[in-house]
């Protein structure tokens, strides 16, 4: 495994990071263990939740795979942000509802403190000084470690910056950006803004969700895909990345490892991207994802998937 720092901060974490987003859905809590287990033998250091997959589902079945020793050799990630229940003030960035559903997410995973503690999304309705100021104070409470945003532009993480900064609070050291070959619009603000700003760049769904794997585009989708059976969305996609697929196939060929290993490398080797979350459903998926690691696509194959990298 690779390790690189988690962006502003002293912490190191696997370019991989495992995550569980279908925990408690598509994955059932037995190979769930399978898959946590694996990653860490396998030198995954970064595990990633949030409140919100299964309402709390996900982070109860990490609470009780993960023994204290594990616990201690991993750096915790969860999110809070969309609405956990029907009640109006359950959702958003508001110091109200961070406070609430942290501790939440400690109960459910069992743990005292979280590592790194994102806010899902930007809440337009919640004071940019609100949100950081309930974050710097878990941190000094020792609840969260760092905290990070997620799917913020480029502007919004300035602004963060900049509040957070003449205030003297705890700001953001990782932004969590959706980003691959189907969905590369980051790389025009978000990433050279990480970049400029010391922030590292969590990707998370580099195979966009299972469409650059080249299975959809086989002939053969296995019946248990996510495309087949849970979200006709991810078919659809499929379509629209024809010429990405097929340019990863190439690039595969030549270089002799799965598409789904080319387009996680071709992520991990953007600027400011420190890790990649991966998702994998099984622990077979997982074993293919973990040969993305310890080797380089040449320039020239860089060069060419970039040219159809898909701009939304
Ligand atoms: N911050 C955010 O807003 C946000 C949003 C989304 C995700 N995330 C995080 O990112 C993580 C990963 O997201 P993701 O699941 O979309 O990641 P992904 O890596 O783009 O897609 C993972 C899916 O691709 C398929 N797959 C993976 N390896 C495969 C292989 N070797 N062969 C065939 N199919 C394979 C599997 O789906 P099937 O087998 O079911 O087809 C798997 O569940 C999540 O768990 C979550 O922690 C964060």
Redesign the pocket.
Known sequence: MDYRQLGRTGVRVSTLCL????FGE?TNEQDAARIVHEAIDAGINFI???NMYQLGESERILGRILTPAMRRSIVLAS?VHFPMSESVNDRGNSRRHIMQQVEDSLRRLNTDHLDLY?L?RPDPETPPEEELRALDDLVRQGKILYAGS??YAAWQMCRSMWVADTRNLSSFVVE?A?F?LMRNAAESEVLPCADALGIGIVA???????V??G?YHSGDV?P????AVRDPEVARKAEVATPAVTRLLDVAARVGK?P?QVAIRWVLQKPAVCTA??????PE?LR??IQAVGWELPASDMSALNEVAVQI
């Open positions: 995550g569980c987003w279908r598509a990633d939740t949030a999110k994102y899902h997620s799917h969590q959706g691959s998370h769904s580099p195979l966009a969700q299972g650059l794997t299975k296995p248990d895909a996510r495309g799965s789904s979350v991966i998702g994998p459903r099984t998926q293919d994802n």
